[in-house]
């Protein structure tokens, strides 16, 4: 009890900080993409069907100077994002290590594709904080969601391969993160059963985002049209039936007050989500944390201000820009206004506020979550 307790404490005062950096317009964190391309198919994701230019994405040398303009500014997390990151290997680990040298924690998401023991090995030498291991089933039923075969078991082989790595070391976090959708939700009971042989840290389900067509359309800013990579690949939407997301609710009830063993389930994601955002996408239009605090940095250095506008360009942190230049400039900060004035369309559909929530999100959670466990 003590322990989460202060984990409360701690998260809550994380909260209250970017909160009052947020009014500031101060970049706290990093999301980089070193590049979009992809070796995964997912149903729920198009960023791999972008036409990525390859040829534009930054040597490490030249990641090198972002990473110093980042340090330099104070940010003080990395996230080291793609399209699959692990198709620049001739970065990721030099990244990880330059991070780890400066006091820069480090998170790293994967689809496990390109994940060997040597990668492993490697990630875990360099000084990796996190890694997030995405599983949306168990077996071929995963396969099926990523669009790859064998995806399954690249996942389960580079858990293994890591938790080797770490050789009875605490680092990285390993974290399993699961989008759920129409496809999948039935399969969540079957990946945490499956998890409680590994050492797995806790497990994220997170619900499927579509953004709507309607909506991209209706976001151009000064010319400039969104780029969500959280739009179904297929001719179908994946969003969930009033029906599923009943049962769906049913599932996460009995696994937050069963009796069961398995890794720790961080619901937070899903308990954030209302009801609509199951079934039509629709959060509601909510006060964005992320495009005042979360610095994002696509493969060739521009900045931007919100990873679903890849081409609304505040700066460029290899080219010429300091950050202390650009963020909070005039050009970003209209675009924080449009935001906060519930300008921009597909911000209605954006799940980006469920993993950065704002204070009073953060507190209504915890006032749930004591409601819910005195009512079992």
């Not at 042989?197 to 359309?217: G, H, K, M, Q, W």
């Not at 900060?333 to 704002?358: D, G, V």
């Amino acid at each position: 009890m003590i322990r989460q307790l202060y984990g409360i404490a701690r998260e809550l005062t994380g909260d209250i900080n970017r909160e009052l950096d947020s009014y500031r317009v101060k970049g706290v964190d990093s999301l980089l993409f070193l590049t979009y391309r992809c070796t995964s198919r997912c149903k729920t994701c198009n960023i791999w069907k972008r036409n990525a230019d390859k040829d534009a994405e930054l040597s490490w040398t030249e990641w090198k100077t972002v990473l110093e303009r980042l340090r330099d500014y104070g940010i003080r997390t990395v996230e080291i994002f793609g399209g699959d990151a692990l198709l620049r290997k001739d970065v990721i680990f030099e990244m990880i290590r330059f991070c780890s040298d400066n006091g820069i924690r480090t998170y790293f998401p994967t689809n496990s594709i390109l994940m060997d023991k040597e990668t492993a090995e490697g990630l875990v030498e360099a000084g990796l904080d996190t890694i997030y291991f995405s599983l949306d089933a168990v077996a071929s039923d995963n396969d099926v969601v990523r669009g790859v075969n064998g995806a399954f078991d690249k996942v389960r082989n580079a858990i293994e391969a890591v938790a080797d790595a770490r050789n009875g070391s605490e680092h990285p976090k390993i974290i399993i993160c699961s989008t759920l959708s129409n496809m999948n939700f039935e399969s969540f009971g079957e990946i945490v059963s499956f998890l409680k042989d590994y050492p797995v840290d806790a497990v994220y389900p997170r619900l499927v985002t579509e953004f709507s067509a309607n909506n991209i359309d209706a976001s151009t800013i000064d010319g400039v049209r969104p780029d969500p990579y959280f739009v179904t690949s297929e001719d179908r939407s994946h969003l969930f039936s009033p029906e599923q997301t009943r049962r769906f609710h049913e599932i996460v009830d009995g696994l937050k007050s069963g009796d069961r063993q398995g890794p720790y389930i961080n619901f937070q994601g899903i308990d954030f989500a209302p009801e609509d955002a199951f079934i039509s996408g629709e959060y509601g239009f909510r006060r964005c944390l992320v495009c005042s605090t979360l610095v994002t940095v696509a493969p060739n250095g521009d900045v931007t201000p919100c990873p679903f506008y890849p081409g609304f360009v505040i700066g460029n942190l290899f080219r010429r820009d300091a950050l202390v230049e650009i963020w909070g400039s005039r050009r970003h900060r209209e675009f924080i206004s449009l935001q906060r004035r519930n300008m921009i369309r597909i911000c209605s559909n954006c799940i980006m506020p469920t993993f950065y929530p704002t204070l009073r999100d953060r507190l209504r959670y915890y006032i749930t979550r004591t409601r819910d466990k005195i009512s079992f």
